[in-house]
């Protein structure tokens, strides 16, 4: 059974309107039939899109978390290792070449 709204959804529209690489907006994650369709919509598409909205925003923000995350990583690796010289993977000393004989 259907649950009576005495309210209508409010579109999730940030007013930002510019579109990423995949086709979704940058303000509120909605793909671009969702965002021509939406006064089509009936509230149970409605709710749909704003649960998948909130979800795609979800997953970008794990993705900038992690990006950020790997670049802080590979910054402090990069400064150890001009702290620390001594801990190179050079070899030190070579005996042979790896395509001589021994």
Same mark, same amino acid.
């Given at each position: 059974?259907?649950?009576?709204?005495?309210?209508?959804?409010?579109? %999730?529209?940030?007013?930002?309107?510019?579109?990423?690489?995949?086709?979704?907006?940058?303000?509120?994650? !909605? =793909? !671009?039939? *969702?965002?021509?369709?939406? $006064?089509?919509?009936?509230?149970?598409?409605?709710? *749909?899109?704003? !649960?998948?909205? $909130?979800?795609?925003?979800?997953? !970008?923000?794990?993705?900038?978390?992690?990006?950020?995350?790997?670049?802080?990583?590979?910054?402090? &690796?990069? =400064?150890? &290792?001009?702290?620390?010289?001594?801990?190179?993977?050079? %070899?030190?000393?070579?005996?042979?070449?790896?395509?001589? %004989?021994?």
């Amino acid at each position: 059974m259907e649950q009576l709204s005495f309210f209508t959804l409010p579109s %999730p529209c940030l007013g930002i309107c510019q579109t990423d690489p995949r086709g979704y907006c940058l303000g509120c994650m !909605r =793909s !671009r039939d *969702e965002r021509f369709n939406w $006064l089509n919509f009936n509230d149970a598409q409605k709710q *749909e899109v704003n !649960r998948l909205c $909130l979800q795609r925003k979800k997953r !970008r923000q794990y993705a900038i978390f992690v990006e950020k995350r790997q670049a802080i990583q590979a910054s402090m &690796a990069e =400064s150890q &290792a001009l702290l620390n010289p001594e801990f190179d993977f050079e %070899p030190a000393n070579k005996t042979s070449e790896p395509n001589e %004989p021994l």
